[in-house]
């Protein structure tokens, strides 16, 4: 079990974090479900600037819990190392070829939030399809029980490429790729599609791998 202490709090303040890209997650396709907790928003925080988005390999941002506050997933600067022996270490990670999630969310109010839910739980544990954007299946908190990220035809939506977050792939996405070409940029902004804080082939190649897709 991962020690909470106040370096934790520290961490997860809207202060002292890099600078956070609007969100990629769709704006018809944003809620989780808590049975314990009702509906969480991985979109809206902050106006969009804060909500969570999603790299081919973490996740960084806020998710916002109408009954519980803030759930800090990762600052950013992923993949996350997760150490337990230091608990200011945590984020979502993804892995790209399963696309199952691991590593800790952190929630001022309710504590951890573990994503690594598919060796306890197989297929219904916590999954990124990138190809698709669709993030679904379930996560566990330690104090607030299972959270649903979408099941069947319910899921939440998210491209990795869609840099202006509205939910589909298109020349405006191209665009700011290109007007910040070769340079570095807070991670996840400006066209950097895979988190690494400069634009460059690999965002290109991400992008044009996911041409015309849109969250549905």
Known sequence: MRTTVLSVLAAA?????????????????K???????????????????LGVRIFPDHMSGWIWGENIGWIN?????????NDPGDSATFGVNIDPVSGNL????????????????????????????EESGHLTGFAWGENIGWINLGTGASYICALVADVDG??????ADLNELLDHWALQVGPGSSGDV???????FMDLEILLDSWASTCS
């Open 31 to 49: 809620f989780a479900w808590g049975e314990n907790v009702g509906h969480m928003n991985l979109r809206d925080a902050g106006d969009g600037a």
């Open 73 to 81: 997933v990762g600052n950013g600067l992923g993949p996350y190392t």
């Open 102 to 129: 691991s590593g800790y969310a952190w929630a001022e109010n309710v504590g951890w939030v573990n994503f690594d839910t598919a060796p306890v739980i197989g297929t219904d544990g916590a999954n990124y399809d």
């Open 13 to 29: 303040a809207l202060t002292g974090l890099p600078a956070l890209a609007d969100s990629n997650v769709s704006d018809s396709r």
């Open 194 to 200: 895979n988190g690494d804080a400069v634009v460059n």
């Open 166 to 171: 509205n939910s589909s792939v298109d020349f």
